[in-house]
């Protein structure tokens, strides 16, 4: 009795290379490894997240792969989706400019029921490695003026803001439902 699931659908979206197979595999399995195969499509990983005494969230995750240069993606990847992970690699800077357009993407072809767009987070990923090619202001700037939920500086290598910043999403996900 009183026990309830909550199924979200989550898209890991960003330029290739910044880490977004790494992050699913390092969020759904608890590993890293230092290089994975691009095939083109979608693979899907289900992570399983309890969540109070009564509820559970299970987030799909879609991971985009070898379809990155075209910055932009079919309606069907976007449909129904109820949140998004924006990466870019904090030493790749054209990885950073391309982000306003994968937001674009992302806020013209899904909305929530209501309308508002979906609830979306910006990772500034490999942040062990430096220099950074990218100034922390810009990425504050950015984040601020196109209405991510938050921005949070990440290292998939390291397991550094991982959990975390997908439990700010979980969080904001789960509001927004
Ligand atoms: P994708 O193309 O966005 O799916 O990127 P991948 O997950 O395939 O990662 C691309 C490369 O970046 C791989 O060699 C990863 O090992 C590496 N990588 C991913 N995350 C990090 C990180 O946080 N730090 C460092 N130093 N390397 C990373
Ligand atoms: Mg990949």
Redesign the pocket.
Do not use: P
């Given at each position: 009795m009183g026990s309830h699931d909550h199924l979200f659908k989550v898209l890991?979206v960003?330029?290739?290379?910044?880490?977004?197979?790494?992050?699913?595999?390092?969020y759904v399995e608890e590993r890293?490894?230092?290089?994975?195969k691009?095939t083109v499509g979608v693979d899907f990983a289900l992570k399983v997240l309890p969540w109070s005494n009564t509820e559970t969230v299970r987030l799909q995750l879609w991971?985009?792969?070898g379809q990155?240069r075209f910055t932009s993606m079919t309606r069907i990847y976007y449909k129904e989706a109820s949140g998004c992970v924006l990466?870019f690699?904090v030493t790749d800077p054209s990885s950073f400019r391309n982000c306003h357009r994968w937001k674009e993407d992302l806020d013209s072809k899904v909305r929530l029921a209501g309308g508002s767009p979906v609830p979306c987070i910006l990772l500034a990923?490999?942040?062990?490695?430096s220099p950074w090619q990218v100034s922390r202001e810009s990425v504050e700037a950015f984040s601020e003026s196109n209405g991510f939920v938050a921005w949070i500086e990440?290292?998939?290598?390291?397991n550094?803001n991982i959990s975390e910043s997908m439990r700010m999403l979980v969080e904001k996900m789960m509001a927004s439902r």
């Open positions: 890991i960003g330029d290739g290379h910044v880490g977004k197979t790494s992050l699913v595999h390092r890293f490894c230092k290089s994975y691009s991971d985009i792969a990155e990466m690699d990923n490999k942040c062990d490695l990440t290292s998939v290598k390291e550094k």
